[in-house]
């Protein structure tokens, strides 16, 4: 027998209607862990719905201190944490919307060296960072923790979404099934250089939301196997297939 307090009867009242979560479904949440990596644009939107859906931990990575630059679409923050650490901005918003979760700051940046430790005691991995060389290490701790990762990306008016679990065997992908090869240097601008349109990065980080707590409830049809495409100019959202490949030594030991 599931029993919430009042208040949280009250909090998640909307949810807990829904047949697809009911009582069960909110302990779930109220019981898992996600780590999200990056407290910038798609962490924003990312951490606050994960925060207000009742996800018991939530641990935040993020090196960097909030800037100016960012405040247009790093919705977490405001003006008078300029200067701040992200994650201790970030922690405070999201504390202050659920006060019942925990919330854990990890203000590092994450590499090979440190991943795989932060990567393991969490459930899930939802990964929002702005390069290769982190997402390629996000990717290979859980690939080796046997954690299932959410990754989104976004530049301009234009946004990518992508489930991986190819700790699971075939026919799931890996995230370089669809990256082979790390993109010659200069090939991407940075938000910097190219800039981001603020609300791409919340349709995503929303999305990435959706699917995180889609994969810890094991609800409807997992993004495993495909790449969401979205074009803020059309706008269009696209789902295209994404096949494991059989030549790639990254995730050909995996079942």
Known sequence: MTSFTEQQLLRYARQIVLPEIGGIGQARLLAARVLVVGAGGLGSPLLLYLAAAGIGRLGIVDHDRVDLTNLHRQILHASDR??????????????????????????VRLDPANARQLVAAYDLVADGSDNFATRDAVHAACLAEGKTLISAAVQGLDGQ????????????????????????????????????????????????????????????????????????AGPTLRRIALPRRPDCHHCSTWG
């Open 161 to 232: 979404l992508a489930t991986f679990k190819a700790h699971l065997g075939p026919p799931h992908p890996c995230y370089r099934c669809l990256f082979p090869e790390a993109p010659p240097r200069g090939l991407i601008p940075s938000c910097a250089e190219g800039g981001v349109l603020g609300p791409v990065a919340g349709v995503l980080g929303c999305q990435q939301a959706i699917e995180v707590i889609k994969e810890l409830m094991e609800l409807g049809d997992s993004l495993s196997g495909s790449l969401l495409l979205y074009d803020g």
């Open 82 to 107: 300029v200067g701040e650490a992200k994650t201790a901005s970030a922690a405070a918003t999201l504390q202050a919307i659920n006060p019942e979760i925990e919330v854990v700051q990890h203000p």
